[in-house]
């Protein structure tokens, strides 16, 4: 009956600490793009961005 006296404000800090952990989440922005990133994979922009190669061959005359 004593660990009583122990787990309970143990369990108690730690709900508060969660609640306060996903507050903070939610002022800081993390859940405003739910479904950005489940699109965003599926294209392909790496290669808009990289620089083309250039050909080693001479231009035509």
């Known amino acids: 009956m004593d660990v009583l006296l122990v787990l309970v404000p143990v369990a108690?800090?730690?709900g508060l600490?969660?609640?306060?952990?996903f507050l903070w989440s939610l002022r800081s922005g993390q859940f405003d793009d739910l479904d950005g990133?489940?699109?965003r994979i599926l294209f392909d922009d790496d290669l808009d961005a990289a620089p083309r190669a250039r050909s080693t061959r001479p231009p035509p005359p």
């Open 12 to 14: 108690l800090s730690l």
């Open 17 to 21: 600490l969660g609640l306060l952990a």
């Open 37 to 39: 990133a489940g699109s």
